[in-house]
């Protein structure tokens, strides 16, 4: 399977914005999906994870309560709602596919990823 995101840019803090992950060529049902963030200098961190067929998510506790994942199957995307965004949440953003694991392993299948600003 291939990913694709988009839907970053800049935005005013206590913003939103709506991120999508396209994927193609694999059978995208058969993956849990995730979200995670690289800001410059720091590690790459877990945001949110789907399972395979949308019923259970998972969230760093930094995001829970203003970010919503969520998955259409017949659509092959993963979205990544994001609400009252914080200027410390300016990062890449990347989506990720695992066939083994709710939240995606290093050797997961990784999108090329979206830039997020947020501006204070």
């Known amino acids: 399977v291939q990913l694709q995101a988009s839907g970053g840019g800049l935005v005013q803090a206590g913003g939103s914005l709506r991120l999508f992950c396209a994927a193609s060529?694999?059978?995208?049902?058969?993956?849990?999906m995730s979200w995670f963030r690289q800001a410059p200098g720091k590690e790459r961190e877990f945001v949110a994870a789907?399972?395979?067929?949308?019923?259970?998510?998972t969230y760093a506790d930094s995001v829970k309560g203003r970010f919503t994942i969520s998955r259409n199957n017949a659509e092959n995307t993963v979205y990544l709602q994001m609400n009252s965004l914080r200027p410390g949440e300016s990062a890449v953003y990347y989506c990720?596919?695992?066939?083994?694991?709710?939240?995606?392993?290093?050797?997961?299948?990784w999108g090329q990823g979206t830039q997020v600003t947020v501006s204070s």
């Open positions: 789907v399972s395979r067929n949308g019923d259970t998510t």
């Open positions: 990720a596919a695992d066939k083994y694991r709710l939240v995606a392993a290093r050797n997961a299948v």
């Open positions: 060529g694999g059978t995208f049902s058969s993956y849990a």
